[in-house]
T-cell receptor, first 110, second 112 residues
Framework: DVKVTQSSRYLVKRTGEKVFLECVQD?????MFWYRQDPGLGLRLIYF???????EKGDIPEGYSVSREKKERFSLILESASTNQTSMYLC?????????FGSGTRLTVV | GENVEQHPSTLSVQEGDSAVIKCTYS??????FPWYKQELGKGPQLIID?????GEKKDQRIAVTLNKTAKHFSLHITETQPEDSAVYFC???????????FGSGTKLNVKP
């Protein structure tokens, strides 16, 4: 089975901090995605990447950046965390085996 | 781009009854339609999917139907159990763009 691992289940950060959310997949998938999930808003795509060092903006990229230096790792960066970025963040990867989500990181910005 | 609408947003059924969740999509280029189940505190997990060359697919108590002409697809859960309580998401995928478009989710509550 494809495994998508997010490094933290829960994070609490202060306003203005730089925050890194890490995601690793073990199935050699080319495509990786970052979503945020908020009550009533469903899943919203932040960024995605279809190859190493490649990135594309999703629907809500403002306030975020990403890094894909290796095929298996896709990082989401909050340059200066704000309270409106408190959310559940989900990483996913896709390839011939399908589309698989990680368990999520619940980020609280105080 | 694609637009996926999902109904209802909440659904409450008695244990043993059936549950049906419906999704519509707008772009006829979409050709893969997965369904995900998300339990509290966890990421969404794929439970069943269907491709555009198939009208129906079953896996034990779960089935998905697809009507390409009407651009809608549905999830059917029979003999519901309390452990089926979760949020369910539908999605539409276009191979050429390799993007998934998600419905807004349905919170299913199965009452014992």
């Amino acid at each position: 089975d494809v495994k998508v691992t997010q490094s933290s289940r829960y994070l609490v950060k202060r306003t203005g901090e730089k925050v890194f959310l890490e995601c690793v997949q073990d199935m050699d998938h080319e495509n990786m995605f970052w979503y945020r999930q908020d009550p009533g808003l469903g899943l919203r795509l932040i960024y995605f990447s279809y190859d190493v060092k490649m990135k594309e903006k999703g629907d809500i990229p403002e306030g975020y950046s990403v890094s894909r230096e290796k095929k298996e790792r896709f990082s989401l960066i909050l340059e200066s965390a704000s309270t409106n970025q408190t959310s559940m963040y989900l990483c996913a990867s896709s390839g011939w085996g399908g589309y698989t989500f990680g368990s999520g990181t619940r980020l609280t910005v105080v | 781009g694609e637009n996926v609408e999902q109904h209802p947003s909440t659904l409450s059924v008695q244990e043993g009854d059936s549950a049906v969740i419906k999704c519509t999509y707008s772009d006829s280029a979409s050709n893969y339609f997965p369904w995900y189940k998300q339990e509290l505190g966890k990421g969404p997990q794929l439970i069943i999917d269907i491709r555009s060359n198939v009208g129906e697919k079953k896996d034990q108590r779960i089935a998905v139907t697809l009507n390409k002409t009407a651009k809608h697809f549905s999830l059917h859960i029979t003999e519901t159990q309390p452990e089926d309580s979760a949020v369910y998401f539908c999605a539409a995928h276009q191979y050429n763009f390799n993007k998934f478009y998600f419905g807004s989710g349905t919170k299913l509550n199965v009452k014992p």
